[in-house]
């Protein structure tokens, strides 16, 4: 468990080549591309509804199919690192995630959007534990914490910054365009990648473990699968039961097979140490927060308040800005008080945050919103910088690209669980509710045109056109009922933020060794 990475000298470095900060400039502006179009889709979201005319399940497939591609790919694609080269597969993944990037905005369906967004997901997942493993393998023991600080500050900006950016181009350009942007990020990031990046791969590892990728990839489909379908399904149905039994079947064949093959996909090992496991947890509760945030924050928007993409990110700028702020103090911050105190005072912040929004009113204010988007910048940042150090610092070296893996892949996972779980627990508030809001007026519907305005009530919106009262009263009761969902949505984030505030107590800062391996506790 404790081989060191093989990390080669080479003369140019002085002139760049293995530079540990030019190594972090080069896998930034591929990270980059991944992190914008986590957050950027977001806001191209009811744009995409309606030029494509896609239903809630479609859109939040959109997001949540790329999220479970990288979710699942993430630590295969780590494993493939450490065997074969972190800079080989880092630039694959960065020629791969433009490319893919061109053809989603090329795609004239939403079946086809879909599918390549998956894709995309797959060579996402090639960059992310890469760039954490050449970051290990160029940055001396002392200044680690320094570059994993930059580095969460990379994400949260990037993340915080995909709303602005989507709003300016869906608004200006097209909703095609926050795809294409990545084909010139990904043209500059694959340049100074060849020029900057030293290869280093783990010298003892052989093989893939191609039977767990199957494994881990049937768990998270039947996951995401059954709770994007529920709502439709109901929870008690047969289907949904079936899809939620192979989720502990396959997960549990898969837990099993891994503590058995001699090279796993998923070293068990690996979460003996307690902070690893609860800093993978964290990570999975951010993202569960600030992903299900972000998805019907911009329907709420530009559904409820009419605004423009280009409002809608504007809207959103106190939290980009906040986090520009937020971000490089964080790392002072756990630098001086170390992450367990950080942390968690950063998710008790987010529940504050979390709180308030399940608190705004259909007219709410710019200052209503303004105010959770700057808590929740400073809420997020402590744990996007915290959270890796604490899972990539505490593992063996030779895992490094694994545990990259392991971290980015409890966001992703994180991501997807907060769109489908909170996309059901907002739609089916709306459904139970919707009839209530439209009343007597219900009765007289029949039921498929009943079902079709509380889809489009999901999303905050509301058929145009219909003569008057009827138009008006449809019209409010979409509103009235989509605040219901939203409001229960944002309590069960709440819930979610406070229970990451008490397991953060039980961490411990990442060993920073120069020159050796770091063993597990």
Not at 346 to 353: E, N, Q, R, S, W
């Amino acid at each position: 468990m404790a081989q060191a990475l093989a990390v080669p000298t080479d003369a140019s470095a002085g002139r760049g080549k293995g530079h540990p900060w030019m190594t972090l400039l080069a896998v930034s502006l591929g990270v980059i591309m991944v992190m914008l179009d986590g957050t950027v889709v977001s806001i191209a979201n009811p744009v995409i509804a309606t030029e494509l005319n896609a239903s809630l399940e479609s859109l939040q497939w959109v997001t949540s199919g790329y999220l479970l591609a990288l979710a699942v790919f993430l630590i295969t694609a780590g494993k493939l690192g450490d065997l074969f080269g972190h800079k080989r597969i880092f630039l694959i993944g960065v020629a791969g995630f433009a490319l893919t990037s061109l053809a989603i905005g090329l795609s004239d369906s939403v079946g086809a959007l879909i599918a390549f967004r998956v894709l995309q997901g797959l060579f996402g997942a090639m960059l992310q534990p890469a760039a954490l493993a050449l970051l290990r393998s160029a940055f001396p023991g002392e200044k680690l914490n320094m570059a994993m600080g930059a580095w969460g500050a990379i994400i949260g900006l990037s993340s915080a910054g995909g709303p602005i950016i989507g709003g300016l181009l869906v608004e200006n350009v097209s909703w095609q365009s926050v795809f294409f942007i990545n084909v010139p990020v990904g043209v500059i990031a694959l340049a100074v990648g060849l020029w900057v990046l030293t290869e280093s791969k783990a010298q003892t590892l052989s093989k893939v473990d191609w039977l767990g990728v199957v494994l881990l990839s049937g768990t998270m489909f039947s996951l995401v699968w059954a709770i994007i379908k529920a709502p439709e399904w109901g929870w008690t149905d047969p289907w949904t039961i079936l899809f939620l039994a192979a989720t502990v079947i396959i997960g549990a064949i898969f837990l099993f097979w891994q503590s058995r093959v001699r090279e796993p996909l998923l070293p068990l090992s690996l979460f003996r140490n307690v902070s690893v496991s609860i800093g993978t947890g964290l990570m999975i509760m951010v993202a569960f927060s600030m992903f299900g945030a972000m998805f019907f924050l911009t329907f709420f928007f530009q559904g409820v308040h009419g605004l423009s993409p280009m409002d809608s990110g504007l809207r959103m700028l106190p939290m980009s800005a906040g986090m520009i702020v937020a971000s490089p103090l964080a790392g002072i911050l756990i630098g001086k008080l170390g992450p367990k105190i950080t942390i968690a005072g950063g998710m008790l912040v987010t529940a504050v945050a979390m709180f308030l929004m399940s608190r705004l009113s259909v007219d709410a204010a710019f200052i209503d919103t303004a105010i959770p988007f700057v808590l929740l910048a400073f809420g997020l940042s402590p744990v996007f910088v915290g959270a890796t150090e604490i899972i990539v610092g505490n593992a063996p070296e030779d895992l490094s690209g694994v545990a990259g893996g392991v971290q980015q892949s409890a966001m992703q996972v994180g991501g997807a669980l907060g769109t489908a779980i909170l996309g059901a627990v907002v739609s089916g508030k709306v459904a139970d509710v919707f009839a209530g809001h439209l009343g007597p007026a219900a009765a007289a519907l029949p039921a498929d045109q009943l079902e079709g305005l509380k889809g489009a009530a999901a999303v905050g919106m509301a058929p145009t056109g219909l003569p008057e009262p009827v138009g008006s009263l449809i019209v409010k009761a979409s509103h009235l009922s989509f605040m219901d969902g939203l409001h229960l949505g944002f309590t069960v984030s709440t819930g979610v933020a406070v229970l990451a505030a008490i397991l953060a107590l039980f961490v411990k800062a990442g060993r920073k060794t120069e020159g050796g391996p770091v063993h597990m506790g």
